[in-house]
């Protein structure tokens, strides 16, 4: 996978993470599982988010498993190992479909380039750690997004993006199947603003790499974050969200 190099940004990136959409089929259609993020403290705090974190050395060792081809060293046993730590839910690493890998903007204290996948619910109970989250909910993407759009719900663009991807899929079989036949999609963030306001560019924006370009014609690759609903530009699929 030619377009996610792990030595890309390795001087400034300070470590490696890991994050499960987790997905079932609910009664009005398929749900992702977000726990929220305690308020006051923490990364993302009082965000929804899917269950993730960081890669911890321990991850790195094999123990007889093999990484995908393309993915870093301890993704996926990371990936396990917090949805089990924060939710509760075990998940078979081999049932996990990576989707993106998520690059943070520079100037970010704590910048880790975050492997997402899809994974289906294994079953049984929520546990949530509370350390971690204080809040739990199965939610329709559309209806996360215009929860978020209203106010009602904290995304961060990684979170919002994914969930929009997955809008208008009729089951979490259809989700999974699309993902596979796809390659993982590389997602390096520049910060920026537009008349918009605060907005996120992405390789394939005429801006992307030059700020002065933000109002020129050309193709776009952006999610405008300066006020509510946000608006997603992606040439090619669909124009503005």
Request: aromatic residues 6%; charged residues 25%; proline residues 7%.
């Amino acid at each position: 996978m030619p377009e996610i190099d792990p030595r890309v940004d390795d001087d400034v990136i300070t470590g490696v993470a890991a994050t499960v959409v987790v997905l079932r089929d609910g009664a009005h259609g398929p749900e992702v599982l977000l726990l929220e993020r305690p308020r006051h403290r923490g990364s993302f705090a009082g965000a929804w988010v899917f269950p993730g974190g960081a890669v911890d050395p321990e991850d790195r060792v094999a123990n007889g498993e093999t990484d995908a081809a393309g993915e870093e060293p301890g993704v996926r046993r990371a990936a396990v190992r917090e949805v089990q730590e924060e939710a509760g839910l075990v998940l078979n690493a081999d049932a996990l479909v990576a989707i993106s890998c998520w690059v943070p903007p520079a100037g970010i204290p704590k910048r880790l380039r975050t492997w997402f996948f899809l994974a289906p619910d294994p079953g049984g109970a929520l546990a949530l750690a509370p350390d971690e989250c204080v809040d739990a909910a199965w939610l329709r993407p559309q209806d996360a997004l215009e929860r978020h759009a209203s106010g009602g719900l904290r995304l961060v663009a990684p979170t919002w993006v994914t969930l929009h991807g997955l809008v208008g899929k009729a089951s979490v079989a259809e989700m999974l199947a699309a993902a596979r036949r796809g390659e993982p999609e590389r997602f390096t963030s520049r910060a920026g603003t537009t008349l918009s306001g605060a907005t996120i560019f992405w390789a394939g924006d005429v801006a992307f790499t030059d700020q002065a370009l933000a109002e020129a014609e050309g193709a776009r690759h952006r999610l405008e974050v300066g006020a509510l609903p946000w608006v997603y530009w992606r040439s090619g699929v669909g124009g503005a969200r």
